[in-house]
């Protein structure tokens, strides 16, 4: 039997899976980071009113993402990504307990599930954002407690050092006077020139190391109940057994790669099946897996135990998922999740089995619940 180079493969998906980050940074005071955040905000509020136009960066237009990286370039010197899903990957995700004042909060507001929308927390509760329809467009302020965003908040992304310990940084609701704009804007020209090391830094600070990257991680696991329409003798909904899954991805916002495990009683062949996966999770709902699959037991052919058949370990499993929108229970959030899988059965002699057979062996549905728990929500 031709043998696959495993490795490669592993070594594709940790490739993409460990991302590679050595960024250093100079230390930032709770107070220099509590004047850089007020800083920050104050200067977006002085755009309050403007219009939503989509891809404009100011000064008298924004898109969502457009506001933001405008207002953090020239207020503190801090160069962000520009698009929104970009802006996601280089923050990093913190509870929201401990948002501050110039954190980011993200939303999705799309059908595919995908970040789509950002803001600038500007404390109480409220943040600073351009909006592209709905009562009020434009530039306008807002609150977490409306019913629209308050369905759609996805997290909080941090860019910024910690103002924690730092005297009371909190914002008015109102937005800034001139007389406060004029005192941001000669704030920000005094910390670009005293520190002009730490706006490129600040990723580095804050994304990097072995916490950072935790923090990306998304947990998962799913029990399911096993079935098909058919056996070798006759065409019927008949239980296959049951399997559970356990999972990690790393949150890379679209196209999240991950790797798994799982644990199948195949009571059709009569194995125990224990797959190793690579995964992509494709948006929020979808997902495609394959891997090599350890089996113990000798396999029978469904419905015609005379039959004995081998299970094939690499191409061992190949399928595709997809889940229900969540229920947040907590820290972690409940779905229904259906998937297909295909695992590959041979003759003992190494041969393919018929077509028929091959279906009736390895194609199995799997119905079940899934559990997701993302690590920044313990972390």
Partial sequence: MKKTPIFLIILFFLVILVPQVCAQSNSVSAEEAAVMRKTFVEYSKRYIGKAYVRGATGPDAFDCSGLVFACSRESIGVQLPRQTKAMYSYCTIIDDSKREIGDLVFFRTTGDGSVSHV????????????????????????????????????????????????????????????????????????????????????????????????????????????????????FRMNARGVSTMLHVMYDSNAIRPGLGTMIRYDAGTGTLQLPLIASLTIGEYFRLFVGPVFSLGTAKLPGDDDVTIDQSIFPGIIGMCWQTPSITAGKVKLSLQQDIHYSVFDQTNGAALSLKNSLVSGLVFSTGVRVTLPLANVL
């Fill in 119 to 234: 803001g600038i927390y500007a404390g109480n509760g409220q943040f600073i954002n351009a909006a592209s329809d709905g009562p009020n467009s434009g530039v306008i302020l807002s609150s977490l407690k409306e019913s629209y965003w308050k369905n759609h908040y996805y997290q909080t992304g941090r860019f910024l050092p910690s103002a924690a310990g730092a005297a009371d940084s909190t914002l008015d609701k109102q937005s800034a006077d001139s007389s406060a704009s004029a005192g941001s804007e000669s704030t920000s020209g005094k910390l670009a020139s005293a520190s002009p090391a730490d706006s490129a830094g600040d990723k580095g600070a804050h994304n990097s190391g072995f916490r950072g990257f935790l923090k990306k991680l998304i947990l998962d696991a799913s029990l399911n109940f096993d079935w098909n329409f058919y056996t070798a003798s006759s």
